[in-house]
């Protein structure tokens, strides 16, 4: 059985920034590092997307960014401003390769391409079964999602943001390749939070994702179909589809946290890292993996790594809204998109306001709705 100081079951997004800024931070070089992972991460198979204001670690593999963005319902169009912030796409094998050309200059990482089957902690020791082998370390990073630990639970809601997507390739120039649209409501609800989801490469390429904030997934046709509609609502006769990708990602408030040990953390989706009210994963999973790294030279115990703040509760709110009323999303959104301030929106969404900037962007939003969450929500606990 080999021993490991640090072993990561399972190799997604936050597990591979987290080790990347081991190793750009020198100071993990004595420790050995294991990687479990069943896929290889050799293909390109998502996109990310963050919007920015400074550079960052990941500018290398930013293969778009957009200084605009259009924002749609049925009833109108806000074409939005973003500076100083920057809205930048990352394709899952440009990320990939960034991370693991990094990690190969490392002795003392190693990355197995195995199924994790079981992991088995003690007051000193983990251990963690693949099909073939066993292994064993100090502390171990969790980024394996269990979603029974939501589903056998009511306490806290539990939405999907779940989508298809087709890059497409039109025969004329059809797309404006220097504003991506960041969410078109005008799309039919059927008594959800339905848009569109647009980010053009150039005039001819683009993708295009139709996604939901809902509890129940769709069948694969009918996604499809609605991304077949909208195509044509944009005028478009003659295209190719070049790639698709699908996804589900859970918004949740529920406390992941609460499973850490001494020595096991839960991180990535597994820990709560994805931003509950919006589904978006990659900024927050950057600051969550610099919080942990900086935490690892300084303290051992994993239970005091999560610290909860006010947007939690902010988050929470809004799925309660979205759990009980699904279709309000496209009034909710529009209201806070129609008049706000873009660059204050795109702040409080990463987590960074002040109590006072927290109001101007809340009372754009319908007060009703929140009073009432927010009232059920006290009694709730």
């Known amino acids: 059985m080999k021993q490991y100081d640090y072993i990561f079951t399972g190799a997604g997004l936050s597990a591979l920034m987290t080790v990347y800024k081991m190793v750009v931070s020198g100071k993990f070089q004595n420790k050995r590092i294991l990687l479990l992972d069943e896929n290889a991460k050799q293909t390109n198979d998502r996109t990310w997307c963050f919007w920015t204001r400074e ?5 290398s593999a930013v ?3 957009w200084d605009s963005a259009l924002f749609a319902n049925v009833h109108f169009q806000r074409k939005l401003e973003l500076h100083p912030y920057q809205y930048n796409k990352i394709q899952g094998l440009d990320f990939y390769n960034q991370v693991f050309e990094l990690i190969a200059t490392g002795k003392n ?11 088995e902690e003690s007051e000193s020791i983990v251990l963690v079964k693949t099909e073939t082998q066993s292994f064993s370390c100090s502390q171990l990073f969790n980024s394996i999602y269990n979603p029974s630990l939501v589903i056998n639970q ?6 999907q943001q779940h989508f298809v997507g087709w890059f497409i390739q039109t025969e004329v120039p059809v797309f404006n390749p220097e504003q991506a649209t ?6 039919a609800q059927k008594g959800n939070t339905r848009f569109m989801y647009v980010l053009p490469t150039s005039e001819t390429e683009a993708l295009l994702e139709y996604t939901l904030f809902s509890k ?26 070049v790639e698709k990708e699908a996804g589900t990602i859970p918004m949740t408030c529920y406390p992941f946290w609460k499973h850490n040990t001494q020595n096991v953390i839960n991180i990535g989706t597994a820990g709560g890292w994805t931003k509950a009210s919006t589904g978006f994963t990659f900024k927050n999973a950057d600051k969550k993996s610099t919080e942990l790294v900086s935490f690892l030279e300084a303290q051992t115990n994993f239970r005091k790594f999560h610290k909860k703040s006010k947007f939690w509760w902010y988050d929470l709110l809004l799925l309660d809204i979205l759990d009980q009323k699904n279709e309000t ?20 969404l990463d987590d960074e306001t002040s109590f006072w900037e927290d109001l101007q962007v809340i009372w754009k939003c319908p007060k009703g709705l929140f009073i009432e969450a927010l009232l059920k929500r006290l009694f709730h606990f």
């Open 55 to 59: 550079a960052t670690l990941w500018d």
């Open 63 to 65: 293969s778009k960014k």
């Open 109 to 119: 990482i190693d990355f197995v391409q195995e199924k994790v089957l079981e992991i």
């Open 154 to 159: 009511s306490k806290y809601p539990l939405l």
């Open 182 to 187: 960041f969410m078109d409501f005008s799309v």
């Open 216 to 241: 129940d997934l769709l069948s694969k046709k009918e996604y499809e179909t609605e991304i077949e509609s909208y195509i044509q609502k944009l005028g478009i006769q003659n295209y190719q589809i």
């Open 329 to 348: 999303g496209s009034a909710i959104f529009s209201a806070l998109f129609k008049k706000g301030n873009p660059p204050l929106i795109f702040k409080f």
